[in-house]
């Protein structure tokens, strides 16, 4: 709802821009010239900086798609920024995936022999995880 009311209000403003520059005031390129500088500095606005913002505080909306082949162990937020952690049973291989602001600067952590316990049998080593503490309290 919130990322609906974002755009409503720009679309709003860039209207305003073109009504009161370029009907009121007759100048209909300087208008022009502002409404598409609004939807540019809007557009980069929502999706380098208020996305994720608004998905994570305000209760927006998000879509992202698990790669083919891989499944889905976890999601969690560092700061403002989503990472998303995936299964890729042909390599064993757990990865986790940052989705930032803008999707520039994207941070990857590859575990190699990852076994997750629920994609598989426990381990392809057979190893099992031990029922009690590892050190005596």
């Given at each position: 709802m919130i990322t609906y009311l974002y755009w409503l209000v720009l679309a709003l403003i860039i209207f305003a821009a073109l009504f009161g520059i370029g009907v009121r005031m007759g100048k209909w390129k300087p208008a022009l010239i502002i409404a598409v500088i609004i939807w540019l500095a809007g557009t980069l606005l929502y999706y380098f900086w208020l996305e994720q913002i608004f998905v994570k505080r305000l209760g927006g909306t998000m879509n992202l798609d698990v790669p083919q082949?891989?499944?889905?162990?976890?999601?969690?937020?560092?700061?403002?920024?989503?990472?998303i952690e995936n299964y890729?049973?042909?390599?064993?291989?757990?990865?986790?995936?940052?989705?930032?602001?803008?999707?520039?600067?994207?941070?990857?952590?590859?575990?190699?022999?990852c076994?997750?316990?629920?994609?598989?049998?426990?381990?392809?080593?057979?190893?099992a995880i031990p029922d009690g503490p590892r050190t005596p309290l």
């Open positions: 082949g891989q499944q889905h162990i976890a999601a969690t937020w560092k700061g403002d920024n989503l990472w890729d049973p042909e390599t064993n291989r757990c990865i986790f995936r940052e989705y930032s602001r803008g999707n520039l600067l994207e941070g990857q952590v590859v575990i190699k022999n076994n997750p316990l629920r994609a598989g049998n426990g381990g392809a080593s057979g190893t």
